[in-house]
């Protein structure tokens, strides 16, 4: 039999490395998944292990509480222990050239075993003159090794009229970026001895732990004793166990990661099987003489089922391992530009390949190859031995059925049904009780979409050939006679063509259903932020300051910046009904531009109120008591910063506050990068206020904003392309059954060429046929995808009984019909070659 | 029948006839004064090789060949004579290694593949042994099917015609049915229907009895005749069969390669005492009709 396989696993070559494509691209996925979070809680580790260093023991205080100094010189005093490293780290704001920068310093490292921070340039720190910055910082600054930097207290020693301490210190060397437990976090570096007397200043003086190296010779369980006997209740491990503590905690989520993307790919591994199971069956249509005259020669049924499984098998090994070789080459690629562009972060010179890595996609690409190819086995066993005999006669069309109530229809339609009102069910379910039984909802309505993907999966043959009739009649109206023939060509084999459609449908329609949930999700998150974050920047002087005419003009004229309002007041105690707190009032001159930079008051000063104020200071529309004023009638607006009260000019006079404080807040333009926006008001303020002097503080929600939009729009790039994969094994599945289709019409293509048909019109034929199955299969995708999708976000997000906006994706709905119209002439290209190359005379053949 | 539905066919080339006949009789009926027809579509010269080298098959050696317009002409040959390559380079279905093949006033060697296509589509009319008609479609629209490719709209006069044509072929009842509902001498039947829609030059037919039992074969070859003497159609047929061969006016004989005789108002006869004496000359020198 394996003689027998193999020839005809040869004959059939073309055809099987297309199926092998669908196979590799599947497991492929699998293993590059698998690399891929090897390769983070790999990287997590290493990160971790540069972060403590390589010392014999880690000292850890009890959770919620640190060690004081005065631990630490117990430690250091024990016999045996050769060198203590204090863990923790002090901030300080770094200036120079006009620019600020927090940094974090940690304590230069008594050995070098116990290092944390890699110097790239200079030398460690020696005394309180000295200080080692980040290297990314200290070329923001533009400053190198011997420069002089002005390193400023956290804290204001006096009133706020009072100059903040500063003090001079060179720069003694440059850090590298990225290493150490902050992960990526810049560590500057500064001596035992300066970060003491800035612990000092700050009144504050604990370590979150220390790390130690032994002398040598010492006993390692006498030195643990000594250290729990001097500091009690401390938690003592190996360097190497710390590092994996930590790497653990940072990874925890990459398991959780890994379970979905799985998910993903095991959607593109049914997808193939789809495929698969397509392609064997018409394998065993075409074999049919052949398998008939074994059968006649004496083969037995189980014989021609075993050849056929032994063939999936062998190309489910083959296409599985090519698979496999894909996925580590893709993760090696990859993981050789990441440590080309990252210098800091410590990732491993080659993908880690462990067992999992390679045997789950092996199996998993193995059995869904051999399992997809069971019911074309069976069909197999069914070939009469008579058939060897019969002549070979032209294909007899299938007619017109297709409408044919089977069991498996009926299953289907009932299936759908049953889902759809599942569906329907949780979401009333849902809009009846808000709050309530949320998980249960929920969990109803993806059983539901389940079931109704696989129910319209098997009734797919009443759906496909009907709609590929009615969009054939159209193509046909508007196009020649190609496209009339394309158009009957296309439902001559219903089942083929359902399968193949079928395909396409559960890619396209779940790619459609996370589009349209995130959609959804970024419109609604849009709207919560406008609500809670409504002013897009603010720039607030510190108290008792006022900003500079340099610094508003400064800041008006940032690229990106729209709209300003310059507001003016002070801080006062507000009385409400829910009692009295400190407040910003700010005096809004001009009421009626106010809408331009409050998104949540965008009538401008929006209702009969003398003020408004935010949730913390009112819960609601009511009225407030502030100075000399009482009972100021005032509004809530949503979306301003916290513990926030604007009043009219008017109102303001009757408070008979004094303005001391000045702030401006602004509007951004929509499509401004936000952050590169904040950062150059940042630079204006750093430029335009003397260094010393306290400085402005720069907030507000734009950053925030786009840092949520940015989450989900790469979720769903990330999520789309993966699911892109189960489609394009599936346009593979397009071409595949067009090559099929050319190779069984060879007669009647040349009996069309006889009769006039030009190589064009063939060629055009094929395509349109490609361009109907494509189609249709994305536009059923599409429609169930966008329910789907509706019907998830209203149960994901309309939780609190609001209601969810239906929003089409049309983006990514545009981007699926091009997909599938492009790729269904590109799946036409190769087989329409081999068709016009079939000289008509074959029509003649007898 | 009425004569006036058939366009003119086109004769422009001069009708010296380039037979090589050794029984050369008096003219079919229905012929031009001249006595000789003019003819519809020449082989000259026409060679064809396939294969290179050793391996290298003359399939057809320097044939001389005229088919008369309004004629029905059977070629006749064993088989491997080279009888069905001169109907497919005649049909412009394979081109020539050398020679030319001369439709009307169009010299089909100098066309490329769409103009031959299009030609094909326009002026040649085919009947095939089997695989007549295409599968998923009606009869009526395995018919029209040379419109259809042409992207032409069936108007009044064309309708007209295929009502004619149906009716001569007994079709009117079947013209819903798709192909594997028609018995195999109504599918022939649907082919000559498909093949007189667009009153080509010539229909080329090609065993069209092959597959028929000999009843719906007498009918299809009466049917081939009618169409030539009532509606003024040239019919080229290859066939084995003397019996066919004598519904034709003319049976031209092929052996080895060549046009090996010519012969005029058979009889089947006189078409099997022509074939005997081919094979005769085959076995006396085997080396020059070798049996392919």
Redesign the interface.
Do not use: I, V
């Given at each position: 039999m394996w003689r027998l396989t193999v020839a005809q696993m040869r004959r059939s070559i073309a055809r099987l490395v297309a199926v092998g494509i669908a196979i590799a691209l599947g497991t492929g996925f699998v293993t590059a998944t698998f690399v891929t979070t090897s390769t983070i809680e790999q990287t997590a580790l290493a990160a971790a292990r540069a972060g403590v260093g390589d010392p014999d023991l880690v000292v850890q205080p009890p959770t919620y509480e640190t060690l004081d100094d005065t631990q630490i010189a117990a430690i250091e005093g024990i016999d045996g222990v050769a060198a203590v490293q204090p863990v923790g780290s002090s901030w300080r704001d770094v200036t120079a050239g006009g620019l600020t920068s927090a940094v974090a310093f940690s304590p230069v490292s008594p050995d070098e075993r116990l290092g944390q921070v890699t110097l790239l340039e200079g030398a460690a720190p020696a005394g309180t003159g000295e200080i080692a910055l980040p290297a990314s910082v200290a070329s923001r600054f533009g400053v190198g090794v011997g420069d002089d930097v002005t390193i400023l207290a956290s804290t204001w020693t006096g009133d706020a009229d009072t100059v903040r301490p500063s003090q001079q210190l060179v720069v003694s060397g440059l850090t590298s970026d990225g290493s150490g437990l902050g992960f990526g976090m810049p560590l500057g570096l500064a001596s035992r001895d300066l970060l003491k007397a800035w612990q000092v200043e700050d009144d504050w003086s604990s370590w979150q732990g220390a790390t130690l190296v032994l002398a040598p010779g010492a006993d390692p369980a006498t030195v643990e004793a000594a250290i729990v006997a001097a500091v009690p209740d401390v938690t003592l491990m190996s360097g190497e166990d710390f590092a994996r503590n930590q790497a653990a905690q940072f990874t925890g989520g990459v398991s959780v990661f890994r379970g979905l993307i799985l998910a993903f790919a095991a959607v593109a591994l049914a997808v193939a099987g789809i495929v698969i199971a397509n392609t064997f069956t018409v394998l065993v249509a075409q074999r049919t003489r052949t398998l008939a005259l074994l059968r006649c020669v004496g083969a037995t049924p189980r014989q021609v089922r075993r050849s056929v499984r032994l063939e999936a098998l062998v190309l489910g090994i083959i296409a599985s391992i090519a698979g496999i070789l894909l996925g580590l080459g893709l993760g090696q690629a990859v993981l050789s530009i990441l440590r080309a562009v990252n210098d800091g972060v410590p990732l491993p010179a080659a993908v880690p390949v462990d067992g999992w890595t390679i045997l789950v996609p092996l199996v998993a690409g193995v059995l869904v190859t051999v399992i997809s190819a069971s019911g074309a086995a069976r069909l197999a066993t069914r070939v009469a031995p008579l058939a060897a005999l019969r002549p070979v006669d032209a294909p007899a069309a299938e007619g017109r059925t297709g409408r044919r109530a089977t069991p498996r229809v009926v299953t289907g339609w009932v299936l759908t049904i049953g889902g759809v009102a599942a569906m329907v069910g949780a979401m009333a379910w849902s809009r009846a009780n808000p709050g309530g039984a949320f998980e249960l909802a929920l969990l109803l309505g993806v059983l539901g979409g389940i079931v109704t993907l696989i129910g319209v999966v098997l009734a797919a043959i009443t759906i496909v050939p009907a709609a590929i009739r009615l969009l054939g009649r159209a193509a046909g109206a508007l196009g020649g006679p190609a496209q009339r023939l394309a158009a009957t060509n296309s439902v001559r084999n219903p089942g083929r063509t359902t399968s193949t459609a079928t395909a396409l449908i559960v890619g396209v329609s779940l790619v459609t259903m996370m589009a349209t949930g995130a959609t959804t999700a970024r419109v609604q998150l849009t709207q919560m932020l406008d609500e809670q974050l409504a002013v897009d920047v603010t720039v607030t002087a510190p108290t008792g300051t006022t900003l500079t005419a340099d610094t508003i003009a400064g800041i008006q004229g940032v690229d990106g910046v729209v709209d300003s309002l310059v507001l003016d007041g002070t801080n006062a105690e507000v009385t409400s009904d829910s009692g009295t707190i400190s407040a910003a009032v700010w005096r809004v001159a001009e009421p009626g531009s106010l809408g331009s930079v409050v998104r949540t008051a965008d009538d401008g000063w929006p209702r009969e109120y003398a003020a408004f104020a935010d949730g913390w200071v009112v819960p609601k529309d009511g009225s407030i008591t502030l100075g000399d004023a009482s009972e100021v009638p005032t509004g809530l607006l949503g979306g301003l910063p916290d513990f926030t009260v604007l009043l009219d000019s008017e109102a303001w006079g009757h408070t008979g506050l004094t303005a001391d404080t000045s702030a401006i807040w602004l509007a951004l333009a929509p499509d401004a990068n936000p952050v590169a926006v904040s950062q150059a008001i940042e630079d204006v303020v750093s430029r335009t206020v003397d260094a010393g002097a306290p400085a402005p503080i720069v907030a507000g929600g734009a950053v925030e904003r786009a840092g949520y939009t940015q989450i989900i729009d790469t979720l769903l790039i990330v999520v789309v392309g993966l699911l892109g994969v189960a489609v394009v094994i599936a346009l593979i599945g397009v071409a595949n059954t067009l090559a099929l289709s050319v190779v069984e019409r060879r007669r009647e293509n040349a009996l069309l060429r006889a009769l006039g048909l030009t190589r064009g019109q063939l060629r055009w034929a094929l395509a349109t046929e490609g361009v109907l199955l494509a189609l249709v299969g994305a536009l059923v995708g599409i429609v169930l995808g966008l329910a789907f999708g509706w019907i998830g976000s209203s149960l994901l997000l309309g939780v609190a009984g609001a209601s969810v906006p239906l929003v089409v994706p049309w983006s990514t709905i545009g981007a699926v019909v091009l997909v599938a119209l492009v790729s269904g002439v590109l799946a036409s290209v190769l087989p329409a070659r081999g068709a016009v190359r079939v000289p008509p005379v074959v029509a003649l053949a007898s | 029948m009425n004569d006036a539905h058939v366009p003119p066919r086109p004769g422009a080339l001069p009708t010296a006839t380039s037979q090589t006949g050794t029984a050369a009789t008096a003219p079919a009926a229905g012929v031009s004064p001249t006595g000789t027809p003019p003819a519809a579509v020449r082989a000259l010269d026409l060679s064809k090789v396939y294969g290179t080298g050793e391996a290298a098959v003359r399939a057809l050696d320097h044939a001389d060949v005229a088919f008369g317009s309004g004629e029905f002409t059977a070629i006749m040959g064993a088989s491997g004579s080279g009888k069905?390559t001169l109907?497919?380079l005649l049909?412009g279905?394979?081109s020539p290694t050398t020679g030319r093949v001369v439709l009307g006033d169009t010299d089909l060697t100098l066309l490329d593949?769409?103009a031959l296509?299009?030609l094909?589509?326009?002026r040649i009319g085919?009947v095939?042994?089997?695989?007549?008609l295409?599968?998923?479609?009606t009869a009526e629209q395995n018919i029209l099917?040379?419109l259809?490719?042409?992207?032409r709209r069936v108007d009044a006069a064309t309708r007209a015609w295929f009502d004619q044509l149906v009716g001569i072929l007994g079709l009117r009842d079947r013209l819903t049915h798709?192909?594997?509902e028609l018995s195999g001498g109504q599918q022939q039947r649907v082919a000559i229907a498909?093949a007189l829609l667009t009153r080509p030059d010539v229909v080329f037919a090609?065993?069209p009895t092959?597959?028929l039992d000999s009843r719906s074969g007498a009918e299809v070859l009466d049917l081939l005749r009618t169409s030539v003497r009532e509606l003024g159609q040239t019919v080229v047929m290859v066939t084995h069969d003397s019996a066919a061969a004598a519904y034709a006016d003319r049976v031209v004989l092929v052996a080895d390669g060549r046009i090996a005789g010519d012969l005029r108002r058979p009889t089947p006869e006189t078409v099997q005492a022509h074939l005997d004496a081919l094979r005769e000359a085959a076995l006396t020198s085997p080396t020059t009709a070798q049996v392919r």
């Open positions: - | 069905s109907l497919h049909a279905l394979d593949d769409d296509t299009l094909r589509r326009a085919f095939f042994q089997s695989f007549n295409l599968p998923m479609f099917l040379p259809e490719l042409a992207g798709l192909p594997s498909r090609d065993e092959g597959n």
